[in-house]
C-alpha cells in the first residue's frame, strides 16, 4: 500500500496544529459558531444528538494493520470502545470530547492517518472496490488512480469551499463494486479499441434527498489527462453550481438543469485551457502503481489438500466460503469478508477488541492489510487457502464470522436517530428487529442475495434508494414511520428504487419486510433467480398487494 | 480597517466608491456596474482605477478592460462562497493580471493560505481579526500538492 513521503506527513503534521489552533480559538470564543463549522466539518467533526461524530479518512479504504490497532486504541482512549465503518469507506467515532480532537488527530498522524475533507462542502475521500488488485474481473488496479486523485484533492486550494459536498469513485473490475454511478463524479477503468487503458468518466450521479444516476460524459479519457479533466469538472461546477439553495447545490442539479450536452460542452472548452499543463507524466503513474504491487504470493498455494477436505467435511466452515469469500485472481487464494453485521451488533461497528485481533489476522495472513467496504464490512484480500479454516474458527470466536455477505441481513445502516441530530426515525432498532425475525440463517441463505439498505431520514446515509429493498425514516405526526422502495440498484445496472405505496409504522416495517421476502419466495423462478431478478420481471403488483391487503 | 499587502501591514489607499457617490480619491474602486456605465469616463480620468467584481462575476467578461485597473478586489458575501478562489486563480494564471488581487468581505483568516495559493496579494481583514496572526496563517502548510499560481 501507499506509504506516506516526508511531504505527505508534513502536511498531515501541519493540518494537526491548524486544526488544534482552530479548535482552541473556537473554545476560546475567538471564532463565531457558524465559522468554525465549517472549519470543524471540513475536518470530519460533526456535532452530534450526545457528543461531537469524528469521521476519520480510510483512503480508499485500505488499512495497515497498524492502522487498525491505532484505531483501536483511540476507541478505547477516546471513545466508548467501539467505531463504526461507514459507506464511504470511513471510520466514525461517536463519543470523543471536541477538545480532545486534536489529540486524536495527532494520534491518527503518527499511523499516517487523517479527518482531512470528510465532511463539509469540499472534495471528499476517493473511494474504491475493495476486491481492488485481487479480483479476477480487473482491468486493472484502481488504488494508484485513488492516490493520485487523493493527494490532488487534500487542500485543493480552489476547491475548498465548493457549492456542496464532492465525491469521487473509481472501480477498475468489470463488475462496479463502488457505486460509481451514485457518485459525483464515477470514474471506471476501461480498455480502448486499441487496447489502452483509460476512464469512462461519469458525472452528476449521487444519492441524498434526490436521487440520480450519474451519466457518461467521457467514454475514454486517457490517464495522463485524468487530474487535468477532473480539475476542469470542478472549475465549471465551483463557478456555475447553485449556491443559493443546498438542496440543489450538488452538481447532479447543475448537469440536470444545464443537460448533458451543454455541461459536457463548458468542460471540454476549460478542458482545452489547461489539458497540457497538468498532464501527469508517465513516471509517476509507473511510481505510483509500483507502491501497490503483487505481495509475495506463495506459488504453492493451490496444492494444499487441507481446504478441499475441512469444505467437504464441516458444512458451516463451507457455507461461510460460500458466502463470506470471494474468487482471487491467484490461484489458491481467496478474500476473506469480514462480517460486521453479527445479529446482536449494529451494522458497520467494530469494537476495540475486535479491531485488535483482526489487526493480528492481517499481520499473521493477510499481509498486514485489511480494507473496509462501502456495504460496511472488512476484507482480508489474501488468504491462502490452507488458512481459510483456521481463520473462520478465529473470526468465529470473534463474532465476526456470520455467513451473510450480500445476504438480508448484510444490511447496511445508518446511525439513525439513536446518534444522528438529522436522523428522523431509528434505523439500528430497525435492523435489529428484522435480524431477530430472520434468525435462521438457513432461511437467509435461502433468500440468496439482497441488499436491504436502511437510512433514518432522506439524506440518505445508508443509501436506501439503491436498496433492493429500501427503508427510508420519515417523520409522521411526530412518530416514527417507514418509506419503502423497492429495485434499487448501485451495481452496473444502476437503478433507483420504485415507492411501494405509502408509508408504514413502526410495528408494521418489519413484517412488511418479512412479506415482502416471502413473496419473492413464491414468485421466483428458482433458487438462481435473486430478489431483484424477480422484482424486475414480475414488478411491483405482487409485493403491493400482500403488503397493503385488507383482511 | 487593516489592510495586508505581501504579508506586510501597510496603510490603504484604496477606497471603494458606491455606484450613486462622486470619484473622490486618488485611488477609486468602482463597481462593475459602474464600469459597465461609465467605462470611458473612468479611463479618461486622472488617478488609479480599482474594480470590486462580486462573487457571481463572469471574469471573462472583463478580461479585454484589465489594462485599466491596477487592483481587482474580489468581495466574499459570506465566507463559504468559494467562487473568488477561482476567480482570483483565471485572473493570475489565465488571464495574465499583474496588479493587485484583493479579497474584501466575509472571507476568514482560515482561508488566507488559500487565497494566497490561488494569487491574492491583498486582504482586507475584518476589525476582529488579528493581523500578525493572519500573516502568519498564509505559511500554514509548508509543502503543497496541487500547482497553483503562487
Known sequence: MYQYTDKDQTIIDERVTQFRDQTERFLKGEIPEDKYRALRLMNGVYVQTHAPLLRVAGPYGLLSSKQVRKLASIARDYDKGFCHFTTRQNIQFNWPALERVPDILEELASVQMHAIQTSGNCLRNTTSDQLAGVCKDEIEDPRPYCEIIRQWTILHPEFAYLPRKFKIAVSGAKLDRAATQFHDIGLHLVENEHGVVGFKVFVGGGLGRTPVIGQMIKPFLEKEHLLSYLEAILRVYNLQGRRDNKYKARIKILVRETGLAEFSKQVDTEWALIKDKLVIPAERITEMCAQFALPAYQSDAAQDTSYAEHVAKDSRFAAWIKHNTAEHKIDGYRAVYISLKAPDSPPGDCTDVQLDAIAGLADEYSFGMVRTTHRQNLVLADIKQADLFVLWQKLESLKLATPNIGKATDMICCPGLDYCSLALAGSIGVAKEINEALDSIDYVHDLGEIKINISGCMNGCAHQSVGHIGILGVDKKGEEWYQVTLGGSSENDAAIGDRLGPSVSKEEITPVVIKLLEVYLEQRLNEDEAFLATYRRVGMNPFKERVYATN | ?150
Open chain 2, 1 to 150: 480597517m487593516q489592510l495586508i499587502k505581501d504579508k506586510q501591514v501597510i496603510q490603504d489607499s484604496w477606497t471603494f466608491i458606491p455606484d450613486e457617490a462622486p470619484l473622490n480619491a486618488d485611488f477609486n474602486i468602482v463597481s462593475q456596474t459602474r464600469w459597465r456605465q461609465e467605462g470611458a469616463d473612468l479611463i479618461n480620468r486622472k488617478g488609479a482605477l480599482g474594480l470590486r467584481l462580486e462573487s457571481d462575476a463572469i471574469v471573462e467578461e472583463i478580461v479585454a478592460d484589465l489594462k485599466h485597473f491596477q487592483l481587482i478586489e474580489l468581495h466574499f458575501p459570506i465566507f463559504t462562497d468559494g467562487r473568488a478562489f477561482t476567480h482570483a486563480r483565471l485572473l493570475r494564471s489565465r488571464f495574465g493580471f499583474t496588479g493587485d488581487i484583493r479579497v474584501s468581505g466575509d472571507f476568514m483568516r482560515d482561508q488566507v493560505f488559500y487565497l494566497s495559493r490561488v494569487g491574492v496579494s491583498s486582504f482586507v481583514l475584518n476589525d476582529q481579526e488579528n493581523a500578525l496572526e493572519v500573516i502568519a496563517a498564509m505559511d500554514d502548510f509548508s509543502v503543497v500538492y496541487q500547482e497553483s499560481v503562487a
